[in-house]
């Protein structure tokens, strides 16, 4: 995992909130897209970085596709952020 591409992946605030919605269940696209007022287009855009940083993955069902969280790839970047002391808030 390229950790510089992970970082640009989660320093986005509409990334980071696809991140907090996927850690409770798989949605798709189209259901990620109905919690912002942004275009699919722009939801596929964020996704997409989102997969390329290994910090989520895509499966199909039917016509769908379906998102969830890489929990293990997350677990890892949270490992090595708190290595540097970064603790988050206090």
Do not use: C
């Not at 950790?3 to 509409?14: E, Y």
């Amino acid at each position: 995992m390229a950790m510089n591409t992970t970082l640009k992946a989660i320093a986005d605030p509409v990334r980071r909130k696809i991140l907090e919605l996927l850690k409770h269940q798989s949605y798709s696209a189209g259901e990620i897209a109905q919690q912002f007022d942004l275009r699919q287009a722009t939801v596929s855009y964020h996704l997409k970085l989102l997969k390329q940083a290994g910090l989520i993955s895509e499966r199909r069902e039917k016509n769908f596709i379906y998102y969830d969280l890489n929990a293990s790839v997350f677990e890892e970047v949270l490992r090595w952020l708190y290595s540097l002391g970064v603790k988050g808030d206090d």
